[in-house]
C-alpha cells in the first residue's frame, strides 16, 4: 500500500458524505418552503460536489436523481394552487424553464387552458 493511500480514502469519503448530506439538506429545504417563487428559487441552486470527487460522480448518480425527484414531485404538487392570473406567473415559468422541465410544462398547460 502506498503511503498516504489511507488519507486519501477517508478524504475522498468525508467529501462523498458530505455532498449526500447536501443533496438531503437541499430537498428538505425545497420541499419545506411554503412559496412556490422561493423554491424554485432554491430548487434552481443544486449543491455541487467537492473538488475531489467532482469527476466520480456518477458513483453517486441514484442520490442526485432521488433529491431531484422529490424536489420535482414537490414542485409539481405546488403547480396545481398557482393561478395563472398571478402577477409572478411568468417568472414561475422563468425560473422552471431548463431547469425543471415537467414543471415548465404543467405551467405552460395551466397557461394554455385558460
Not at 447536501?22 to 430548487?43: E, I
Not at 460522480?57 to 395563472?84: F, H, P, Y
Request: charged share 25%; hydrophobic share 35%.
Amino acid at each position: 500500500m502506498m503511503p498516504g493511500h489511507n488519507a486519501a480514502n477517508i478524504l475522498v469519503h468525508q467529501q462523498f458524505q458530505k455532498y449526500r448530506n447536501d443533496l438531503d439538506t437541499w430537498s428538505r429545504q425545497v420541499r419545506a418552503t411554503r412559496s412556490f417563487y422561493d423554491a424554485l428559487r432554491a430548487a434552481s441552486h443544486k449543491p455541487v460536489p467537492g473538488n475531489l470527487i467532482r469527476s466520480l460522480t456518477g458513483m453517486m448518480s441514484s442520490d442526485k436523481a432521488r433529491a431531484e425527484r422529490l424536489i420535482e414531485e414537490g414542485l409539481l404538487s405546488q403547480v396545481e394552487n398557482v393561478k395563472t392570473d398571478d402577477p409572478t406567473f411568468h417568472t414561475y415559468m422563468r425560473l422552471a424553464q431548463g431547469h425543471w422541465p415537467r414543471v415548465y410544462r404543467a405551467l405552460d398547460r395551466k397557461r394554455q387552458n385558460v
